[in-house]
């Protein structure tokens, strides 16, 4: 497939931050290089929600700042619509908007409205249409009855949403959201993630990329994700078809009283058994010291052999929880983190 | 679109400036103490006038109109400075990103930035005139309204694009600030700000030779207060345009390149 049918698409996308440093003021220079991204190949389709996930460090900024034409890659290409982000910059602008977690990007000093009238200006938004697309942006965001306040009278969720306002001034085809819920309230970011995957994505049918840590974001959110660990993307598909092919398998969760090192043993020899954590656990039934088991196993039919083992082993069973990987385990697994 | 940019980009600016009516009155205020200040800096040396060359044309010179038009144009060339320092601080508020990340032409907006700077403290101007006319009788000599005029038109372009390369200066270099402070002390003794350009050392006229502000001090003083024509001052003013010209091209480049470096090195967000 040619770049011109993914929204996004990154090739071999390399980006080095390079740092000099003096012993002392008149020591000599060394220079370091840090890898941010290697060699990063990944595509967005249109109308897709995207999410780059992994832990802080891992390049997610830095490829989003290429994509949206703020940074320049070391090496490699990525194009926007089919424009090379660095040799059509001015056309991937035009059709790009990022939206950055934090209260950064935003005018204190000017109302809400008053920023986003600039912002249309600069976007070259049409005259006629700038009132009217301010007053509905403020409408669809919540923040009409405060459009007339200065932003440094706004709560953290109001500037959030403020620059969710500003980030869809120029009705962009492909929005780049990072770390857009940093910071929030559970109930805003909640609504935040709504309004992303509701209006932005379904009704207007743009394309997203997300960045973030929070693994519930991307799994509530997201078509697609795609794992980035030190620079390198380690993992990319379906959350659903990802997990089903994680090595790690299911995990049980076996809460257990009059457990012997004897019994602990056995388990972790058993066939099916690939992993056994045990981890304290605050509690205790008729005088009994409960156990908490975390024992990994390949499928979910290997539950009835762990529990038969445990009581031929005399240990008591209170309760089992059976779930397969999440995209935390998935995260811990691509990551190391 | 250019001049839609120029002009939200000034609204912006001065919106932000006159944050609280406070503001105002300072921006008055301060500079009413200023003029004064350097009246009385003056006044022990008892002289009441001073005396200026240009093209081997000596012209006799109000003493105090003299320092204070120093003052003034000196107010304005800071006032560019500060131009420069708006655009540091888009960089620490993080909002410069905002800007760039938007396909609006660079150049429409540090024009309009160093515009709204030229409005914003446009009001120190003022205080300046306003303790003249108040407080210190200035003698003023006008022959000429349209070489006075031209003469303040050209100050202020050559300053308001010398602003512009203070602005592209500050998104190249993290330094910009600490680079245009240095110059300030320098940029006084090599205007022939305090004192008259012929008393300068022949070795060092060709520093103050570089800087529109001698130029523009030549020139107004002599129009305000020497009585020039235009074909006096004809020689300082074609200088003034050409070097307006000049920064405007050297801005152009400039802001281009420091595009281009920030995007390389990362330094967009660095402060």
């Known amino acids: 497939m040619s770049k011109h049918n993914f929204a996004v698409m990154a090739r071999q996308l390399t980006r080095d931050y390079i740092s000099t440093k003096r012993s002392h003021i008149v020591g000599r220079k060394t220079t370091t290089v840090i890898r941010a991204l290697d060699n990063v190949d990944f595509e967005i389709l249109e109308g897709e929600l995207f999410a780059l996930l992994g832990p802080n460090g891992a390049g997610k900024t830095t490829t989003v700042k290429i994509l949206c034409t703020l940074l320049e890659p070391t090496s490699g290409q990525a194009f926007v619509k089919g424009f090379d982000v660095v040799k059509d910059s001015a056309r991937v602008r035009r059709i790009v908007n990022m939206v950055a977690g934090g209260e950064r990007m935003l005018y204190y000093r000017l109302t809400g409205r008053e920023n986003l009238e600039y912002f249309a200006a600069l976007y070259d938004v049409p005259k006629g249409e700038i009132k009217s697309r301010v007053n509905s942006l403020l409408e669809l965001m919540g923040l009409d009855d405060r459009a007339d306040d200065e932003v440094e009278k706004y709560s953290k969720g109001m500037k959030q949403r403020l620059q969710v306002c500003r980030g869809l001034i120029n009705n962009p085809e492909v929005l780049f959201l990072d770390e857009p819920t940093l910071g929030l309230d559970v109930n805003i970011a909640k609504d935040l993630r709504r309004f992303i995957r509701e209006k932005i994505v379904e009704e207007q049918g743009k394309t997203v990329l997300l960045t973030t840590h929070y693994m519930y974001e991307a799994e509530e959110l997201c078509d697609r994700v795609g794992f980035l660990s030190k620079g390198k993307l380690v993992a990319v598909g379906r959350s659903e078809e990802l997990k089903r092919k994680a090595p790690t398998g299911f995990s049980m969760e076996v809460l257990v009283t009059r457990l012997t090192d004897e019994a602990l043993e056995g388990l972790k020899k058993l066939e099916p058994v690939k992993k056994v954590l045990t981890t304290a656990y605050e509690g205790e039934i008729e005088d009994e010291k409960i156990d908490r088991l975390i024992v990994s196993v390949d499928s979910d039919l290997a539950a009835p052999s762990v529990l038969n083992y445990l009581s031929i082993m005399r240990c008591r069973v209170v309760s089992v929880n059976i779930r397969g990987p999440t995209l935390e385990d998935l995260f811990m697994l691509y990551t190391g983190e | ?271």
């Open chain 2, 1 to 271: 679109m250019f001049w839609r940019i120029v002009a939200a980009e000034a609204r912006k600016n001065i919106k932000q400036f006159f944050f609280t009516t406070r503001t105002v009155f300072w921006t008055v205020a301060l500079p009413l103490g200023n003029g004064l200040y350097l009246y009385f800096l003056y006044l022990p040396f008892a002289a009441k006038s001073v005396s200026l060359e240009l093209n081997a044309s000596w012209y006799t010179l109000d003493l105090v109109g003299f320092t204070l038009i120093g003052q003034l144009l000196y107010t304005f060339y800071t006032m560019m400075l500060l131009a420069g320092a708006a655009f540091e601080r888009e960089r620490e508020q993080g909002t410069l990103e905002a800007v760039l990340l938007a396909p609006a032409n660079r150049l429409a907006v540090i024009l309009g930035g160093a515009l709204a700077s030229a409005i914003n403290y446009i009001w120190f101007l003022f205080g300046i005139l306003l303790s003249w006319v108040a407080f210190v009788a200035v003698k003023i000599v006008v022959n000429d309204p349209l070489a006075l005029f031209t003469s303040i038109a050209l100050s202020y372009l050559s300053l308001v694009t010398l602003g512009m390369c203070f602005e592209s200066l500050f998104v190249y270099s993290r330094r910009g600030g600490m680079y245009a402070t240095m110059l300030q002390e320098p940029i006084m003794f090599f205007s022939g700000l305090v004192f008259p350009l012929q008393a300068m050392p022949l070795a060092l006229l060709s520093v103050s030779y570089l800087i529109p502000l001698t130029f523009a001090l030549t020139s107004l003083r002599l129009t305000l207060l020497g009585g020039a024509v235009l074909s006096d001052v004809a020689t300082p003013l074609m200088i003034l345009a050409l070097m307006t010209l000049l920064f405007f091209a050297l801005s152009t480049w400039l802001i281009g390149q420091a595009e281009r470096k920030a995007k390389r090195k990362a330094t967009l967000t660095q402060f």
